[in-house]
């Protein structure tokens, strides 16, 4: 699908297609906004009124507040293409959260999920 299309869907139209993956692997839609939070910067209050509103999925990456400086180290393949090649932004950003909550479904716990740059050894 080319990424303007992609950016031009409407985020209320996508956002329950995230709850209902993690959902259906026992996952939690509060998990599923712990993710989006860390990654956009939106607060829960914020995000709630958004998703209940017309803002496309790409604006919604446009205008985050602030993209988590970590997203970086997220790794991996999703829909065969490793995020970490991906340069466009906002689709690296749908991409990264696309692959946050992929790991969400399979299990993993989330402080596994979230990388973080400093972490002890």
């Not at 259906?24 to 209940?52: H, M, P």
């Not at 400086?69 to 293409?81: E, M, Y």
Request: charged fraction near 30%; charge should be positive.
């Amino acid at each position: 699908m080319e990424n303007r299309k992609v950016y031009a869907m409407a985020l209320k139209k996508i956002y329950p297609l995230l709850v209902q993956k993690a959902e259906r692997k026992g996952r939690t839609q509060a998990e599923v906004k712990e993710l989006i939070s860390w990654l956009t910067g939106y607060d829960l209050s914020t995000l709630k009124k958004l998703v209940d509103s017309d803002i496309s999925y790409g604006d919604f990456f446009f205008q985050a507040p602030k993209l988590h400086p970590d997203r970086f180290l997220v790794k991996g393949s999703i829909c065969g293409v490793r995020v970490e090649t991906i340069t466009e932004s906002p689709m690296r950003e749908i991409r990264i959260l696309d692959k946050l909550v992929d790991d969400l479904a399979k299990g993993k716990p989330m402080e596994k999920i979230l990388p973080k740059s400093n972490t002890a050894s």
